[in-house]
């Protein structure tokens, strides 16, 4: 059985595959950009709410948008 040693160092915005065999890494880039995606569309459900809304200004949810658009460019271009 060969192993391939463990890379601690990445997270899902720098993960990639060793190749195109490798399933488990594209399963997670994947999984990482819906998930940002879908927290990203929650916060910004939350932050639609009118009572949130006068509480929160738009930068607050600024950060999440812009994770969502960097997830959905990473999912787009299968890097």
């Known amino acids: 059985?060969?192993?391939r040693p463990v890379?601690?160092?990445r997270t899902p915005a720098t993960a990639c595959a060793s190749g195109p065999w490798d399933d488990d890494a594209h399963g997670?880039?994947?999984l990482s950009c819906v998930?940002?995606?879908g927290a990203a569309a929650?916060?910004?459900v939350v932050w639609a709410l009118?009572?949130?809304r006068r509480v929160m200004r738009w930068w607050w949810v600024g950060?999440?948008?812009l994770l969502a658009v960097v997830a959905a460019?990473?999912?787009a271009t299968g890097a």
């Open 35 to 37: 998930l940002t995606i």
């Open 28 to 30: 997670g880039i994947v």
């Open 73 to 75: 460019v990473r999912w």
């Open 63 to 65: 950060p999440a948008l």
């Open 7 to 9: 890379d601690r160092g």
């Open 1 to 3: 059985m060969i192993t």
């Open 42 to 44: 929650a916060a910004t």
């Open 50 to 52: 009118p009572p949130v």
